[in-house]
């Protein structure tokens, strides 16, 4: 099956600096990447959505220029938190989808980022 | 604002009962209606999906109940065992847009 990655699994840093997250798909091409936030006991919430090679697509709310969104190629995507602030600490999900036609969505095991 | 309503927020089931966990929708656009499981610290994994042409659809243990009139569509685990012990979350989607319902925290004792 489709399998997607994220690295790393957790962070911590302190608050100001800034924080790259690696969502890989491993055996398929994924044509769109999505991020999404996820706060505890919370639902998943969408932050951005972003093809390869074009620029991400973000959510009403999500500061485009904190949260730095790259799809460089079709296994790679990052997600930057830039200035990080404790109330970015959070649950970070990627997921990936393999082709524009199917509504399926892979998504990798998270990425903890707590920000002191 | 919230476009899938999820119930209940926890649910607690004996071991061999059934697990029934419901959502509603508004946007009548949503055209993919997709269930996931969620262990602590881990991402989302899909359980079964259903689209809107079908009114249901059953894998092993799982079943999704899809009623297009009401906009709604339920989730039903038969024979709950505890390591179905989770958070379920449902969705709907169009496109590239993906909501998810709030979650039901769910606990199968033993």
């Known amino acids: 099956g489709a399998v997607v990655s994220q690295h790393p699994s957790w962070v911590i840093c302190k608050s100001g600096t800034s924080v790259k997250i690696e969502c890989r798909s491993l055996?398929?091409?994924?044509?769109?990447m999505f991020w999404y936030r996820q706060f505890p006991k919370q639902s998943l919430m969408l932050m951005a959505t972003?093809?390869?090679?074009?620029?991400?697509?973000?959510e009403q709310g999500v500061e485009k220029d904190k949260f730095l969104i790259n799809h460089a190629s079709l296994t790679l995507s990052t997600l930057t938190v830039t200035s990080a602030h404790p109330e970015d600490s959070s649950f970070y999900i990627c997921?990936?989808?393999?082709?524009?036609?199917?509504?399926?969505?892979?998504f990798g095991p998270g990425t903890r980022l707590t920000v002191l | 604002q919230q476009q899938v309503k999820q119930s209940p927020q926890s649910l607690i089931v004996q071991k061999g009962g059934i697990s029934i966990i419901n959502c509603a929708y508004e946007?009548?656009?949503?055209?993919?209606f997709p269930w996931y499981q969620q262990f602590p610290g881990k991402g989302p994994a899909l359980l079964i999906a259903?689209?809107?042409?079908?009114s249901e659809k059953k894998e092993g243990r799982f079943t999704i109940s899809f009623n297009k009139s009401a906009k709604q569509f339920s989730l039903h685990i038969m024979d709950s065992q505890p390591g179905d012990s989770a958070t379920y979350f449902c969705?709907?989607?169009?496109?590239?847009?993906?909501?998810f319902g709030a979650g039901t925290r769910l606990t199968v004792k033993p």
């Open positions: 997921s990936a989808r393999d082709s524009p036609a199917k509504r399926r969505q892979y």
């Open positions: 055996d398929f091409q994924a044509t769109t």
């Open positions: 972003s093809n390869e090679g074009s620029k991400a697509t973000y």
């Open positions: 946007n009548t656009a949503f055209d993919y």
């Open positions: 259903i689209r809107p042409d079908v």
């Open positions: 969705a709907a989607s169009m496109n590239n847009d993906m909501r």
